[in-house]
């Protein structure tokens, strides 16, 4: 199975421009699941929740979400990215429809079926201007005549640092971890290491490059993207702040083996019993 990272920088508040800059990198690459970065339809650095509601859109409605699902027709190809998400839900209190808005990533499928997963631990002022994810981390299965079938977990940025997110997902039978990252202090991609090898996961971290302004803020990204695979070895690392995409390729059905030698497995010897008071 062929995966990989697409690196970039997102402009904000640009978000014709940034999948105009996507579907040009993606145009001669070869993949069966791609990870593009955090928030990549809107960027990250946001003053108001006007500019929320504005560089928001609905999966289904939205200039970007609907351009990952031509790339991903076309391909025969799965694409898994972060995006800015507009939500209209129910409130079960009042039955009444509320727009929420939450920092998400979509799984996209080549048949136009897709998933979402809505960031659980938001990080810094991303408090201020999305509402906490509401649905739990869940793996899904996805198929195709040139892989097989393959559970495929989503998480986001700032999540790596709890560990129960990973582990949740590895519990569930997640084989590729899909990380899509607006990373901005310098532990993680060394951090990814200890999520792999305790979960026997691939992971494909994926981060943004470059400074974003914003009126009197600036946030500076770390990039240097990473895949892992099952052992914590580096199977792709990427450069501080050039626009790339890695493709490597890997066997899957090795995150099913969670056994470290013959008298330890690392599932079988947990004893959660004696972990929560
Ligand atoms: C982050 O969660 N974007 C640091």
Same mark, same amino acid.
């Given at each position: 199975?062929?995966?990989?990272?697409?690196?970039?920088?997102?402009?904000?508040?640009?978000?014709?421009?940034?999948?105009?800059?996507?579907?040009?990198?993606?145009?001669?690459?070869?993949?069966?699941?791609? =990870?593009?970065?955090?928030?990549?339809?809107?960027?990250?650095?946001?003053?108001?929740?006007?500019?929320?509601?504005?560089?928001?859109?609905?999966?289904?409605?939205?200039?970007?979400?609907?351009?990952?699902?031509?790339?991903?027709?076309?391909?025969?190809?799965?694409?898994?990215?972060?995006?800015?998400?507009?939500? =209209?839900?129910?409130?079960?209190?009042?039955?009444?429809?509320?727009?929420?808005?939450?920092?998400?990533?979509?799984? =996209?499928?080549?048949?136009?079926?897709?998933?979402?997963?809505?960031?659980?631990?938001?990080?810094?002022?991303?408090?201020?201007?999305?509402?906490?994810?509401?649905?739990?981390?869940?793996?899904?299965?996805?198929?195709?005549?040139?892989?097989?079938?393959?559970?495929?977990?989503?998480?986001?940025?700032?999540?790596?640092?709890?560990?129960?997110?990973?582990?949740?997902?590895?519990?569930?039978?997640?084989?590729?971890?899909?990380?899509?990252?607006?990373?901005?202090?310098?532990?993680?991609?060394?951090?990814?290491?200890?999520?792999?090898?305790?979960?026997?996961?691939?992971?494909?971290?994926?981060?943004?490059?470059?400074?974003?302004?914003?009126?009197?803020?600036?946030?500076?990204?770390?990039?240097?993207?990473?895949?892992?695979?099952?052992?914590?070895?580096?199977?792709?690392?990427?450069?501080?702040?050039?626009?790339?995409?890695?493709?490597?390729?890997?066997?899957?059905?090795?995150?099913?083996?969670?056994?470290?030698?013959?008298?330890?497995?690392?599932?079988?010897?947990?004893?959660?019993?004696?972990?929560?008071?």
């Amino acid at each position: 199975m062929k995966i990989g990272y697409l690196q970039f920088k997102p402009e904000f508040g640009k978000g014709k421009d940034n999948i105009a800059k996507i579907e040009n990198m993606v145009s001669d690459v070869d993949f069966d699941l791609l =990870v593009i970065p955090e928030l990549a339809n809107s960027g990250y650095v946001f003053c108001s929740k006007e500019e929320v509601e504005e560089y928001s859109e609905k999966p289904s409605e939205g200039i970007f979400c609907n351009a990952l699902f031509k790339i991903s027709a076309e391909k025969k190809c799965f694409i898994v990215s972060g995006f800015c998400e507009r939500a =209209v839900e129910t409130s079960p209190e009042t039955g009444d429809g509320n727009i929420n808005f939450y920092n998400s990533s979509i799984l =996209v499928c080549p048949d136009h079926n897709f998933f979402i997963y809505r960031k659980i631990h938001l990080f810094e002022e991303e408090k201020l201007f999305f509402s906490p994810g509401n649905l739990k981390f869940k793996v899904n299965r996805i198929s195709s005549p040139n892989f097989g079938s393959v559970n495929i977990g989503m998480m986001i940025c700032f999540d790596w640092i709890i560990p129960e997110a990973a582990r949740t997902l590895a519990l569930q039978g997640a084989q590729i971890i899909c990380h899509p990252s607006n990373l901005v202090m310098p532990y993680c991609q060394q951090a990814m290491y200890t999520r792999a090898v305790e979960n026997h996961v691939f992971i494909i971290t994926t981060n943004r490059i470059g400074t974003e302004t914003n009126r009197n803020k600036e946030v500076k990204f770390t990039g240097k993207s990473v895949i892992l695979d099952t052992k914590g070895n580096y199977l792709a690392t990427g450069s501080e702040d050039k626009e790339e995409i890695r493709i490597v390729e890997i066997n899957p059905e090795e995150a099913f083996n969670k056994n470290i030698n013959k008298n330890n497995h690392l599932f079988n010897d947990r004893r959660p019993e004696f972990y929560f008071s």
